[in-house]
């Protein structure tokens, strides 16, 4: 089974900025969709933006062209650079290849 191992995150202020970043051990990670997620107390995990394996992405609404997700397949690593960051966008945050999840990352932006 494919282990997914996060680094990043952390404490950042209101407008700053932060690269999350996922490891995947394994074979066939660049067949894979690979996913960013967040969740936060009391409310449902969910999906940031996702990856094809030919680099094609998806976001959110609530990105609005804040975040970047992107991939090195040859490195197996997927990548979510959070740019311009609120408050709300506080969470932890997991990447997901639709079988595995990270470990997870807290992310914290102060006002």
């Known amino acids: 089974q494919v282990q997914l191992v996060q680094s990043g995150g952390g404490l950042v202020q209101y407008g700053g900025s932060l690269r999350l970043s996922c490891a995947a051990s394994?074979?066939?990670?660049?067949?894979?969709?690979m996913a960013w997620y967040r969740q936060t107390p009391g409310k449902q995990r969910e999906l940031v933006a996702y990856i094809t394996p030919g680099g094609s992405t998806n976001y959110a609404d609530f990105v609005q062209g804040r975040f970047t997700i992107s991939r090195n397949n040859a490195k197996n690593i997927v990548y979510l650079q959070l740019n311009n960051l609120k408050p709300e966008d506080t969470a932890i945050y997991l990447c997901h290849d639709f079988t595995s999840w990270g470990q997870g990352t807290q992310v914290t932006v102060s006002s």
């Open positions: 394994g074979s066939g990670f660049n067949l894979h969709n």
